[in-house]
């Protein structure tokens, strides 16, 4: 495969729809052999793809994909950590269940993500992984305690492991999005709440696959540590 990346392993989570889906495609389209990992992956997988379904949230099925992808093809040079979920409810309407599985995978699953892959990536050294955040890693909205408290959580360990890493030839990147057109949003109907975007004018999947593509395609001299990105 030709482009900028041939050659290269890229591996996504969360790639079966929304933003990974649009990444993952891109990145194949750019030239990696990509490894998409999801919970509901098709069984026989896209030429160009390799599918290992798994649910990050299972520490043990976890390590075994991660296993599977360093023995079997090696340390990638691309990692997007982007699995995640969103809840939009005040505090009163929240359990603690809910507030525990936002906790799950946007916080406790990235770390397993990170503590499997980033240490062969420094042995190799080099390499770019990237955690998707969201606005909600730095800005606070009503209704919103669960999912921003996993995603300034989120930043918290993105901004350790940048620092733990620099100068070992692997460069971590915060991408931020702003408010995207995906099934997120479903729940929300956000067309019917006023003081929500509508779905035109939120960003689409592919602006956040650009902003992943930039941040993973710059010279090795060059670190863009966080990516904050929104409508215009
Ligand atoms: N949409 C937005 O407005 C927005 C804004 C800022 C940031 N983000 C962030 O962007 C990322 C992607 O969101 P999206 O909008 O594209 O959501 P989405 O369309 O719902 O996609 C979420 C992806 O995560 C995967 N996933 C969820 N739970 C998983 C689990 N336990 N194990 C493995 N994979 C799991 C899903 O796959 P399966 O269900 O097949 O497992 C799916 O591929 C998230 O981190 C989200 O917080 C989104």
Request: hydrophobic share 45%.
């Amino acid at each position: 495969m030709s482009g900028v990346l041939a050659g290269q392993v890229a591996v996504v989570t969360g790639a079966s729809r929304g933003i990974g889906a649009a990444t993952a495609a891109l990145l194949a389209r750019a030239g990696a052999r990509v490894v998409r990992v999801a919970r509901s992956l098709p069984a026989q997988p896209k030429t160009g793809f390799i599918d290992l379904p798994c649910d990050l949230t299972d520490g043990t099925a976890w390590r075994a994909t991660a296993d599977r992808i360093l023995s079997g093809i090696g340390p990638p040079s691309i990692v997007v950590s982007n699995a995640g979920a969103f809840l939009m409810k005040p505090l009163h309407d929240t359990t603690q269940d809910e507030f525990d599985a936002q906790v799950d995978i946007n916080l406790r699953a990235p770390f397993a993500v990170a503590r499997a892959l980033l240490p062969a990536m420094r042995t190799a050294g080099r390499g770019t992984f990237i955690h998707i955040g969201s606005v909600a890693d730095h800005s606070a909205y009503p209704d919103n305690a669960a999912y921003s408290a996993s995603k300034y959580g989120l930043r918290g360990l993105h901004e350790v492991l940048a620092a733990e890493y620099r100068g070992s030839g692997v460069r971590l990147c915060l991408v931020s999005p702003g408010p995207t057109d995906t099934d997120v949003w479903s729940p929300i109907d956000p067309d019917r709440q006023p003081h929500l975007p509508d779905r035109a004018n939120m960003l689409r999947p592919a602006d956040v696959a650009d902003a992943v593509l930039f941040v993973a395609t710059r010279p090795a001299t060059v670190h863009v540590d966080w990516l904050r990105l929104g409508p215009a």
